[in-house]
């Protein structure tokens, strides 16, 4: 049994409740653009080394008599690997997220890859993966040996959270996060998520943006907030976006967001396992006041990220994920539930920097672009996640069927591309 | 003070590779915007210098000497 993150323990949280709540797994894709076309022979061949490589690969999750979630690796039977025909991607990826077959509580595989040929010297290869059993940077590395030949077995997995001790300590240590979030429903927290709405099916959209527009969006980034502040400057765009929309749902309240940002815990990648979640929260609310301009709201931010790491919130919220490992998934995520009136957050947000930084070729093709597809759960019913490749910047938005309604998602996207790019 | 911003970005903020010297080109070896703002307020908390978010320029970051120079026109009366 390999022990599960407390990382992990919190995405096993979250899919327990996206299955209760009938959103079935929480699964994302991994899109990379290839030259050329795809060759069966060689993508078997992969999957089968990488399936004798990386026994997590065939693990499923459970909770332990101790209450703590551990990996169980199963037997190395090969993965999923499926060429279909010409088509486009957005319909794959639809089926692929609707219909999972990847499930973390059963023995089997936990990687799928499909390959679609996109053009006459282009194709797509698709990986599908569990949230639960990595993160953006494990996929990153993944890509990076997706063709070695290696078969020997590796165990790139473990713990990076250095949270410990007793659960008094780790409670003294904790204490500061918990009254942060007692202090977050000052505001209602609203999200997409609608109270008496069952969500749908995963949905997604991308906008994929050129070159020359991603010139343009870092130039807007560097005159409004400075070039160096990518990390708030592309939350506050986020949470703009997602704002103008609950203003429409909500004409007469005042909106705050609250935001939750994944950060990584080890700053050097090749430093840190493969498998398994090794991300930290970061809760961080911005207050109805808190919107001006793009650029206002951005240093606002930047400052709420300081204040952050100043009252040294980011070891706290270790200490306090080390201490709800042992909670059973159901109970995991109540106590925000209860302060927040059935919320988690406004909206869940990431930018991944670099896709596959290092990554220049695949089964002997260039690597053209790539981007991930992550699912999201309802609350809060959407995700906006930013990443780049080659000088292009790809924007992701994850909702579930329900949250957002046609004129609301064309509502969001005018917001987004008006803040990244100007107005028309 | 270069050694210390190197200690600083070693110890704190990047655990790089190799070893990095006044010269290395920090954004090649992992300074991105989060570690751009430890590294912010790790400066301003040993040097005792407030850094401005206009400051936070690829021109003032992509070294240590560079670093140094910031903190020290900081300094400055």
Request: aromatic share 6%.
């Amino acid at each position: 049994m390999i022990p599960a993150t407390t990382s992990d323990a919190f995405l096993l949280a979250l899919e327990s409740h996206m299955r209760r709540a009938g959103q079935q797994a929480h699964l994302a894709a991994t899109v990379v653009d290839l030259s050329g076309q795809p060759d069966a022979d060689r993508l078997h061949t992969a999957a089968a080394r990488l399936a004798a490589r990386h026994p997590l690969l065939n693990a499923r999750i459970a909770r332990g008599a101790d209450f703590l979630a551990g990996w169980h690796p199963g037997e190395a039977s090969p993965l999923p690997v499926e060429i279909h025909p010409r088509g486009p991607l957005d319909a794959l990826l639809a089926r692929l997220l609707e219909h999972p077959r990847i499930d973390i509580r059963r023995p089997g595989p936990n990687l799928e890859l499909h390959a679609l040929p996109t053009g006459d010297d282009r194709w797509t290869l698709v990986l599908l993966w569990p949230h639960a059993l990595f993160d953006a940077i494990g996929i990153d590395k993944l890509l990076a040996e997706l063709d070695d030949p290696d078969e020997s077995r590796r165990e790139d997995w473990g713990e990076t959270s250095k949270a410990g001790g007793p659960a008094s300590a780790l409670w003294r240590t904790a204490k500061p996060m918990v009254e942060e979030m007692r202090s977050f429903p000052t505001w209602r927290i609203r999200s997409l998520r609608r109270p008496r709405h069952r969500a749908g099916s995963p949905r997604f959209q991308l906008l994929r943006f050129t070159p020359q527009q991603t010139a343009t969006i870092r130039e807007r980034m560097a005159s409004h907030a400075g070039e160096l502040l990518m990390l708030p400057y592309f939350a506050t765009v986020a949470a703009r976006a997602t704002r103008a929309v609950l203003a429409g749902r909500h004409p007469d309240a005042d909106i705050p967001a609250l935001l939750s940002l994944p950060v990584q815990r080890v700053a050097n990648p090749r430093k840190r396992p493969l498998f398994q979640n090794h991300m930290v929260a970061w809760s961080l609310m911005l207050e109805p006041g808190d919107f001006g301009t793009l650029g206002e709201t951005t240093h606002t931010l930047h400052r709420k990220y300081a204040a952050f790491l100043r009252r040294k919130l980011p070891g706290a919220m270790e200490a306090l994920m080390k201490l709800m490992e042992r909670c059973p998934s159901r109970f995991y995520l109540k106590p925000a539930g209860f302060y927040l009136k059935g919320e988690i957050c406004t909206l869940f947000h990431s930018h991944t920097g670099r896709f596959a930084d290092g990554t220049d070729t695949l089964f002997g093709h260039e690597v053209l672009d790539g981007f991930h597809v992550p699912t999201v759960s309802d609350p809060p019913g959407l995700g906006i996640f930013f990443s780049e490749r080659s000088d292009r910047l790809t924007c992701t938005l994850s909702w579930r069927e329900g949250t957002l309604s046609p004129e609301e998602l064309a509502l969001l996207t005018d917001t987004l591309r008006a803040d990244l790019l100007g107005p028309h | 003070m270069e050694d210390d911003i190197l200690r600083i970005l070693r110890d704190d903020i990047l655990d790089p590779d190799g070893p990095i010297t006044a010269d290395t080109d920090l954004f090649d070896i992992g300074l991105d915007s989060m570690a751009i703002m430890q590294l912010q307020l790790a400066l301003e908390d040993a040097f005792s210098v407030a850094i401005d978010p206009a400051d936070l320029s690829r021109e003032n970051f992509r070294t240590a000497s560079m670093i140094a120079a910031l903190v020290r026109s900081k300094q400055a009366p």
